[in-house]
């Protein structure tokens, strides 16, 4: 018989347990500061190594853990739940970068740059353009080979992680003439002569998640850094997209259970026309359909996750997982802020924070249209 989806291994018990207590040990607590002052704790990211969740698949042999993408799912779900501001650093390091060397580096650059990974180096993902967002692939970054190395030009923006990263995952295009055909992937070095961070934004919601212009001016990136072929890095960029947003659905459903939790904890406690409000029948619908949701959206994000581990076509259902996910986390974590009355809007109760943090999920990796899109495709693909 087949097991239910939401039915977990040993192994993925015990990983899903250990990354909960950790959520509500080191999270939690300091989540309303870290969004306060937009950044993380300096002692924050090691522990999330030390915890094991920045090479959850990357191989054991390289200081990973040799787990499954669905293990990354279960990790940035739990964390999302007590801070999704974290949860996105785990998010890219995993799904995207370590996700994108996995499958496509050679082997030498792979161990090289993922045994890092796995020890003490946080990495970014560099698609995005101040032009091209939607439209990735009209990037301007440009790369030109240069002896044994490229010198790359443009400017990256809204960069994840950039902040504490140590390497850069950067789309550049190294023969425009061919499109988006020349688009590259190269592993780019904080450090590297001509290559600073830039200006970091100052964001609605996981605050705390640092989000940055990088420019490039002749960086000189050795062709031993070259991910995979010239001309692949489209393909690189697609690839890793298409499963990177299962996690980002995996994100918001942690966010609307959280503010599911939040919500079921505080009409029990708050007291109204002598009752605690969690006795009133309209509440409990709310909390009911709430919990609907999120049991639905989490249905579609392991669906798609199981579906990405087992081999099979996924490309469908993760972009309705992401789709739908976010639609409920934005709804949810509304009706939670209501459910708190006068205090849910203040910052007194971490709900209002959820619901900021909830925006980002119908905009990063794909906007809803897109999703929609890619949607639309796949039925008239039939
Ligand atoms: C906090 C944050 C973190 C991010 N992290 C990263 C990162 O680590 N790496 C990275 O590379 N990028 C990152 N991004 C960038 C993100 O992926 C883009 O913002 C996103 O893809 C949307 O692009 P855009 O902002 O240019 O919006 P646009 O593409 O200009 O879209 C604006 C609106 O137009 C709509 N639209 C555009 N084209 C169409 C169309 N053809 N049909 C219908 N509607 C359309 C969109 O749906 C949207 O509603 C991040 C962004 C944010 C805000």
Known sequence: MRAPLTALSEEEEIFRDAVRAFAARELAPRARRQDEQGHYDPDLVPKLFELGVMAIETPAEWGGGGGSFFLSVLAIEELSRADAAVAVLVDAQNTLVANALLRFAAPELRQRVLSRMAKDTVASYALSEAGSGSDAFALQTRAVEDGDSYLITGRKLWITNAAEAGVFLVMANANPSAGYRGITSFVVERGTKGFTIGRKEDKLGIR?????????????????????????????????????????????????QGALDDALAYTAERRQFGKAIGSFQAVQFQLAQMATEVEAARLMVYNAARLKDAGASFLMQAAMAKLFASQIAERVTSVAVELFGGVGYTREYPVEKRWRDAKIGKIYEGTSNMQLQTIAKQLQKG
Request: charged content about 20%; overall charge positive; proline content about 2%.
């Open 208 to 256: 705390a998640s640092s989000t940055c212009e990088l420019v490039l001016d002749a960086a000189r990136v050795p062709k031993a850094n070259v991910v995979g072929k010239i001309g692949q890095g489209y393909k690189i960029a697609i690839e890793t997209l298409n499963e990177g947003r299962i996690a980002i659905g995996a994100q918001m459903v942690g966010i609307a």
